[in-house]
């Protein structure tokens, strides 16, 4: 059974106003889901359903084994709280608590704050210094990683990001996405929207709404295989060229327009980014090294550009050998 199933989920307003229509997708534990689509295709209405913000018009909403058609208002509330973290674009904070006291405003609103747990949540999204800091005071990045604390502090199974990204320059986007893939790692399952089709492609699985419907459907793309051994092989000249073992990501061109297979790259060490920095890693440098000497085993068969940006390209179904553990989870919709 899937962690996540919707079954001909219908949301209307009024007679003919359709914010979804008979959608149906199955979403597995542990899984990152990106939701994408136009202004008006349907994505937040779907985010506020599934976070027990909103209620469909017809269709089937099962969380985790829940049926939420079945729970009235106060179970609905206490769902939320236990099992959900959300992270807004427009960021939330209560304007007049600091830091702190907007993390322990979650836990409060679960069971009973605990200033030390919100304090140790503050810490691990880098923000240890910034506790008894207000909003104001703070950058729009350090805003966003306290709402990451806050949509953590509770330990939910389910996190809904609504553009996470999207008021975020990129060193901020960088540092925030890193959060991102480490809480897929540690297992939670994770469904982001977002505009931004390099965001869109750090997620395991990407869907497309179109009118409220699901109109396509894409998987980590093969030939990316072959892009990694070539920004790899960029990195390592680069440091060659400069004598530098750490370099500015301005120092690598090919960072700017492949943001997100680098990021993926952090995911799977072959590189750390830190701020605005970047190196190979104990396992990317030696890889490095095998690519430019031509002795590493293929990872792609198709010749890619180094600057090539896979946002133009058509995703193919197939995933990588080097990535058979990525699911493809059943999804459905009906026409």
Partial sequence: MAFIEIDGLTKKYGEA?????????????GEWLAVMGPSGSGKSTLLNILGCLDSPTEGRVVIGGEKLARLGPADLARFRA?????????????PYLT??????LAQY???????????????????GERLHH?????SGGEQQRVCVARALINQPNLILADEPTGNLDEM??????????????EGHTIVMVTHDPEIGRMAERRIELHHGRLA????????????????????WHVQEDTGKTVLTVEAVPEFAPNRATFLLMAQEELIRLDGGSLALTAHGGPRAREIIRGTASPRGSSSIPLAWNLTCSTPTPAASSTRSARKSPKSSASS
């Fill in 109 to 127: 609103f679960h069971s009973l704050a605990e200033e030390q747990e919100a304090a140790e949540a503050l810490r691990r999204v880098g923000l």
């Fill in 82 to 94: 236990e099992k959900v973290g959300f992270i807004f674009q427009q960021f939330h904070l209560v």
């Fill in 172 to 185: 901020n986007e960088t540092i925030v996405m890193g959060l991102f893939t480490e809480l897929h790692r």
């Fill in 17 to 29: 106003v359709y914010a979804l229509r008979s959608f149906s997708l199955e979403v597995e534990k």
């Fill in 134 to 138: 207000l909003p104001s005071q703070l």
């Fill in 216 to 235: 396509d459907i894409s998987v980590f793309p093969a030939r990316e295989e072959e892009l990694i051994d070539n920004l790899l092989k960029a990195v």
């Fill in 99 to 104: 830091a702190l006291e907007n993390v322990m």
